[in-house]
């Protein structure tokens, strides 16, 4: 509230009573955009899920007043997952419309392709990574979902606050998530189909084995587990992959497999 330096000054009273009438309409204001941001949330994690069809997500994000046809897709992520939580009162404040959903340490934002990369790196702070999917329609929301994870992966890996899909450094020397996904299925399926019918916790103790230098001892320690049970199951992965686990390059191959695979994991 801004008063006159000079006097007389408004009446106690009738500021008192301006201060209420501004506390009461900001509390319908924020309580209308946390209802806002819930429906939101509803909405995108339908559309990405495929629950949705084209007529019914182009009508409920045209609610949200992102264009249906002209939009980008957004994935943030920050140490500091807390700051996530307000970049949608962030966007507000700058007059910029979203549509957003946070899922596995990750926010997703749906907002209009003409929105800015200093607005967006404003709004999510500096200390994010953000990957931004190429312009899309949102019938194709769950393609666009895989661009902008590949560019959040992206701009991990290489260090750098923003990333657009398909422009840029490559990521391990791959140029799109179509390429990633084939490296992932080809050396990574055999443990997932296998681990669908047994109860084996391969990808768990490959990934906890290459983070602990390839030892047997800390893989064991880690997973309270045997060492000879560590072994087994390292041996498991080999037979399962047809890939010599002694190799260096193969621990390499499996290394950048999981690496996307994870990036890429909703």
Known sequence: ??????????????????????????????LSLEGRHRLAGEFMLQAMDGRLGVAEMESRLADFEVPAQNFLLASLTVEDGGRLADVHIEL????????????????????????????????????????????????????????????LGSAR???????????GPSWLGLTGFEEGTALVRRLLGPIFDYEQSQDGDLILTLRTYLNSQRSWQKTAAALFAHRQTIIYRMRKIGELTGLDMGETSTVAQLWFALQIHEAMHQ
């Open 1 to 30: 509230m801004v008063l006159p330096k000079s006097e007389p000054h408004p009446d106690a009273v009738v500021l008192l009573h301006a201060a209420t009438v501004l506390g009461l309409q900001l509390s319908r204001i924020v």
């Open 157 to 167: 890996a290489n260090k750098v606050g923003l990333a657009h899909y398909a422009q």
């Open 92 to 151: 507000w404040r700058h007059g910029v419309a979203s549509a957003s959903l946070k899922r596995n340490n990750r926010l997703h934002v749906a907002v209009s392709a003409d929105v800015a990369d200093d607005l967006l790196v404003h709004c999510a702070g500096v200390a994010a990574s953000i990957g931004i999917s190429a312009p899309s329609a949102v019938a194709n929301i769950q393609r666009a979902l895989q661009e902008s994870l590949w560019a």
